[in-house]
């Protein structure tokens, strides 16, 4: 058996990171405008955790489980958030798109949007919009993999009982 890569690219300063880690620190500069700062420390350590998991440590898994409970809580209340700035950040760019592209052309509006779309400011805009939803599609699968994974680590604790359970002598 072999498990994906931990890193799959590089940021500028070439240390190796993952996809979600990259969307993080381009989501990040977003946040800040907003005076919103996530923090997904220990994280990374709780999914190395679940990678070693031996299915004959219980009490490991149903820590665990707990734990990425607790962690697929926060992605999802994070995801909400992020598709908040993602819809607003598309309003944005409609309305700024609106408004520029009457002053490129008050009379055919077809040329006017089409000029409106290579304004700098709307594609800022985009750009950003495109960044949350990316991120937000990220937290969506990474919730999906937590509440799975809570699931296995759950099984795997109470197969103890089940295992128990069938040694125990008949009276």
Avoid at 116 to 128: D, F, T, W
Wanted: glycine share 2%.
């Amino acid at each position: 058996m072999a498990l994906p890569p931990n890193h799959t690219t590089n940021t500028q300063n070439n240390q190796p990171i993952n996809y979600f880690e990259l969307l993080v620190l381009w989501t990040n500069d977003i946040l800040k405008v907003n005076g919103i700062q996530l923090n997904f420390k220990g994280y990374k350590e709780t999914i190395a955790e679940y990678r070693q998991l031996n299915e004959t440590n219980y009490e490991k898994a149903w820590q665990l489980a707990r734990d990425l409970n607790a962690w697929s809580e926060y992605f999802a209340d994070t995801a909400n958030l992020i598709q908040k700035l993602y819809l607003d950040a598309d309003t944005d760019r409609i309305e700024r798109t609106a408004a520029i592209s009457t002053q490129c052309d008050e009379k055919v509006v077809a040329n006017g949007y089409r000029l409106a779309n290579q304004h700098q400011e709307v594609v800022a805009i985009r750009r950003r919009k495109n960044t949350l939803q990316a991120f937000h599609e990220e937290l969506k699968a990474k919730v999906k993999f937590l509440e799975r994974a809570h699931f296995h680590c759950k099984s795997t604790a109470a197969a103890k009982n089940r295992f128990s359970n069938m040694h125990m002598p008949q009276r």
